[in-house]
């Protein structure tokens, strides 16, 4: 049994609707010229190459489409269908000029067929040609006067060409058959506002109202209207019309909420807003919006503050199981500084929904401010379970395992995050640093003083590691020509500093420098450190190495009104003798 070719028949179909099967003498209007009767052989090769041809358009081959079109109308110059076809290549190919060309000459050869007449004017209308696309549709129009379809068209080629009162006409012929409908008298109340006719645009919406009269959307548009021409005094009606009708309508108090702050009248203005929020048809995220408005204004207006806290705490009542209802309210009493608070808030937000990673690292943000070390070792770690890529999560663990004196978990918690982190030096340094103090005061000083180099390697200039780093080398009497260098550059970096001073004078005193070390420390005691314990020692040392004894006991007692000082500082003050 014979296969048929399937798509051979589906193309021949379209061939004759679009009328290339027609082999006829063909003549214009005026009679004046003739194309030749083509043979049955003739017309069969050309339907088989415009067969040929919308095969290669289906497959996407499109110059090989228009390739065999073009062979068909120069076989057969009054083959509208394949001006046609090749009038939506170009224009698949949004190269709507050179498809204008070809649509013209398939709507001028076959004026009765209405897709050549459609794409004219479509494209008519791409080419910003709207006077031309008007006309095309009037004549659609005329063609088919029943077709309501295209007299929106022929309205919406109107409106480009900015003929509004045609558009209102072609409008009103659709109202007659219709009757009064929502999309014709809104598209009417368009256009009329555009043209500045106001009281006409007021009576399409009225219209509307005065057929559907429960309808309050038509209450609230009219009143927005007035309201945008502040004529309050005409808006306040429809408001009060929208409250006898549905008292319980979603929008009406945000509105007035608007209404009353455009007539100056403030405390009205946020009454309604608190009955507009206290509202559960009205849905959250239009609340939210409207927090976000206070969020940054209250920064500048204090007063504004109290009302935003107002509308937060009538915002999780009313929505008590809406996890974004506490979250911005929690943001509010984070920027406050109220912490206790904002972290009961940010919990509860996690109890309601926990898949929100911004909110797990506000929260442990909060505990950190409250210095509440167990919180944030539990919470980090529960954060951690949920989003394990997240490296900030290990930065707060391994901070709370430090103040637990869990050094090593600390360790093992930085070591991971560190691992995680990706472009961001920052979060890099934060972590590298951390990891630099805790090695240090765990005694494993090569892995400190590696960790503090990666931080110099991304940031040369890092003046908080410049300094320990500098200060742990000396302690530990390491590599004293680097840290010559960086204490150095970090006095350079910040000059009059005592702390960075001090350090720098103490890189001095174990390079056996001591006349260069009192310099230092002169500059660190000049510059605030005379009530620094540490400061005022370190100078007694240096004067003991100089050989002023009776001095440098009488700063050991210094330091020792001042605070603790070293390890060894009573024992100093016992023997009057230097020991390190």
Known sequence: MK??????????????????????EKSNKAGTKKIAVQSNAERLSIDAIFIDANKEKLLGNFQQAMDLFAVVITKDPANSASYYEMARIYQAQNKNKEALGFAKKAADIDKNNIWFQLLLADLYNSNQQFKEATAVFAGIVKQNPDKLDYYYDWANANIYEKKYDEAIKIYNQIEKRLGITEEISMQKQKIYLTTGKFDKAVKEVEKLSAQSPNDVRYYAIIAEMYNSKKMYDKALPYYNKIIEKDPGEKFVHISLAGYYRAIGQKDKSFQELKSGFANPKLDIDTKIQILLSYYSVTEIYAELKSQAFELSE???????TEAKAYSIYADFLNRDKRYPEARDAFRKVNALDSSKYAVWEALLLVESEL?????????SKRAIELFPEQPLLYLFNGMANFQNNNIVAALKSLK???????????????????MGDFYYKNKEYTKAFAA????????????????????????????????ELMGRKLNELVPKNSSYQDTYAWVFYKLAKYEEAKKWVLKAIENG?????????????????LG?????YQN?????????????????????KLYE
């Open 452 to 483: 503090f180099d990666n931080v110099l390697k991304i940031d040369e200039n890092d003046v908080y590691v410049l300094n320990n780093f500098t200060y742990y080398l000396a302690l530990q009497n390491e590599d004293l020509d680097k840290a």
């Open 3 to 24: 296969v048929k070719n399937i798509l051979f028949i589906g193309l021949a179909s379209i061939l004759c609707v679009t009328s290339a099967c027609k082999s006829t």
């Open 371 to 379: 210095n509440d070390t167990a919180a944030l070792l539990n919470e």
């Open 556 to 576: 050991w007692q210094k330091a020792k009104t001042l605070g603790e000082g070293s390890e060894f500082l009573q024992k100093k003050l016992l023997d009057r």
């Open 314 to 320: 009538i915002l999780v009542k009313t929505h008590p």
């Open 529 to 545: 450190g005379s009530s620094n314990d540490v400061i005022i020692e370190h100078y007694g040392d240096i004067l003991y190495k």
């Open 416 to 434: 991971k995050g560190v691992g995680l982190v990706v472009d961001n030096d920052k979060l890099s340094i934060q972590f590298y640093t951390y």
């Open 548 to 552: 002023d004894k009776e001095n440098a």
